[in-house]
DNA sequence: CAATTATATGAAAACGTTTTCATAAATTCC
DNA sequence: GGAATTTATGAAAACGTTTTCATATAATTG
């Protein structure tokens, strides 16, 4: 048999009872309050270590109504850009005491809604969101907003109401950049696959797009315009549409790596020369882009400074609790900038 | 000024006092205890609903000594193993209502150590990791195993010991099969590329690497073989290192992928042709190795397969809390799958 | 129909902290 | 040197559940 012994933690009971004060005297020993002798502190702390006392987050959470714990809504931790942006929430929040409860809603609404309720319960201190490309009613938020608790989206944001915090990378300029960048480049005939309408990311890119091609007296074929989910398969299926027809593109923005890649390996299968024939720019800079021959150019979103932002607007409104508010928040945009490589 | 009213969460007594009946009785037909009336759960369940009730994770917790939440210990999410393997285990998790508490230890020791504390405060029921490299003492994971709650450990793991579950990659065929694909290939001037010897995963990756090569009556050349860190940066040295002189090897085995590109991009810039003069198999299957030209052979580690023996294995350590017990646990390996591409 | 058992509910304690209120001891002030 | 203030501590309530124990009612049994 085993033994089923299970050793159980001390409280702080036991450190009241070891030095002959009360539990109250501990507890803020513990929390280093003011009016405790320096001695007593010390006595507290030294007891504490020895017997290995470890605080009850959850009766501290319970009574003091605060988890200490960060709520984390992502698509998928899988896609590099998220991955960054997570490491970096991660190590600053960490700085001041709080733990991130990171969730996936594997880009699936119900799922975006079923983390809510479970973090709700958890009653995490503040949430961190990047929503699904289907989200556009936001309002399973809204009941962190009412009970006090901050919440800060990136990426794919809510497009007005709110009063949480918005931060998002400046897409419409993204798509502005990589337009002209093609256009610049020679190319006069000029395709975009881009996201679901239903996303401001894709909204702002899509109009960047349209604003560069006008501002340059180029007409946009609605044919060579895509607004599909960006996987793989879908941007070769495009590739396919276009290039069976007689009149081709010689410009092809993509609004993420995954679908550039695929443009740029179906090129490569048809014999098509990039960039010769076809230029082609992706988005985001995943590490993909410049591993592979040619290196794809693409846009860079700065996913660490995305996540210093975070955590710098969510401490923040965890401190001076300025979350709610009545003024409209102004969303907090960050810069892109355009990574040059060998496909344009 | 702001509206600073903060709308209250319901509670079980508002519950109760709404349908005139005790909180005990709310509280078993949230849980759906057997001894409830049929109608007065749906009556419980109903009203639970209007009044937009979530219960309160902590006091749940505090009182019944379950927080639902496992924690998950990993390097960095950011490699594409571990994330894969994450996202597995989150969906798993999430079917049988656990959470997770994600934290990385960004490859230190002293993190690791941290978090381990930090996940003990928050009292979670169990607890996953994939260690450090450095990692050779586990003892910090003791206080998990003291009180009863369940460790699984994952790739990295302790080498003997333990009372934990431990879920590996069959690291030892991994080196063997690779090795042998080399010499298969006709390789005979094989080097090694490998990461520190303090991990359980090289050692094995090395022993298959040997193993092989004794077995094909090959000798190592241990000027080709090099325990480091396994950055872009080091690999690169390494080739630097093994090119110089007059005698080059014809076969490289890394035991990453990241090694594998930067020796790729090596041989590119010297002129050293793949697979003609140099032929290169890296470890993980990594997306980057089937998209670089030429695409990189290297063995798959199924991180789904190992994300869902965890599951598997930590929800029965929950379920029966068969994890204290006297006999040493034996590991649960994973077969690994050489993936033949192009540098090869 | 009385006795037993099953079913459904309530009262109250418990979980481990934090915090309010009260109070004792030490210090400062006039 | 007594009053006022500051400093340090304790008692007890509170946080929102779950769970034990007790009990009332309904169903079943002989």
Redesign the pocket.
């Known amino acids: 048999m085993a033994n089923q012994k299970k050793v159980?933690?001390?409280?702080?009971?036991?450190?009241?009872e070891a030095?002959?004060?009360?539990?109250?005297?501990?507890?803020?020993?513990?929390?280093d309050?003011?009016?405790?002798?320096?001695?007593?502190?010390n006595d507290v702390l030294k007891m504490a270590a020895q017997l290995g006392?470890?605080?009850?987050n959850?009766?501290?959470?319970?009574?003091?109504?605060?988890t200490h714990t960060i709520g984390l809504i992502v698509p998928r931790i899988s896609m590099f850009f998220h991955a960054e942006v997570i490491t970096t929430i991660q190590n600053g929040l960490q700085k001041y005491g709080y733990n991130l409860i990171i969730c996936q809603s594997n880009d699936s609404l119900d799922m975006e809604k079923e983390l809510t309720e479970i973090l709700l319960s958890s009653r995490v201190d503040g949430l961190i969101a990047a929503c699904t490309l289907g989200t556009t009613d936001f309002s399973h938020f809204d009941k962190f907003l009412q009970n006090g608790t901050p919440v800060v989206f990136y990426d794919r944001v809510p497009l007005n109401e709110q009063k949480a915090t918005i931060i998002k990378g400046d897409d419409f300029r993204g798509g502005y950049i990589a337009t002209s960048h093609l256009i610049e480049t020679g190319c006069k005939k000029i395709a975009h696959i881009s996201g679901p309408l239903t996303s401001n990311l894709y909204q702002d890119r899509s109009a960047g797009f349209v604003k560069a091609m006008e501002q340059h007296k180029l007409s946009v074929n609605e044919n060579w315009v895509f607004h599909q989910e960006l996987t793989h398969a879908n941007a070769r299926e495009a590739m396919r549409k276009m290039f069976e027809g007689d009149v081709v593109p010689n410009g092809l923005f993509t609004d993420n790596d995954t679908s550039a890649i695929a443009a740029l390996e179906f090129a490569r299968e048809k014999g098509i020369d990039v960039p010769g024939e076809l230029k082609i720019i992706g988005y985001s800079n995943d590490p993909r882009t410049s591993i592979i021959t040619p290196a794809i150019t693409t846009v860079e979103q700065f996913p660490d400074e995305v996540g210093k932002k975070i955590v710098e607007a969510l401490i923040n409104s965890l401190k001076n609790n300025t979350n709610i508010t009545d003024e409209r928040t102004v969303p907090i945009t960050i810069p892109v900038q355009l990574i040059r490589r060998m496909t344009t």
Chains 1, 2 share one sequence.
Do not use: F
């Open positions: 159980q933690q001390n409280t702080i009971l036991d450190i009241a030095l002959k004060l009360s539990p109250a005297t501990i507890s803020r020993a513990l929390n309050h003011p009016h405790v002798k320096e001695k007593t502190k006392y470890r605080r009850n959850m009766a501290s959470g319970l009574r003091s109504n605060k």
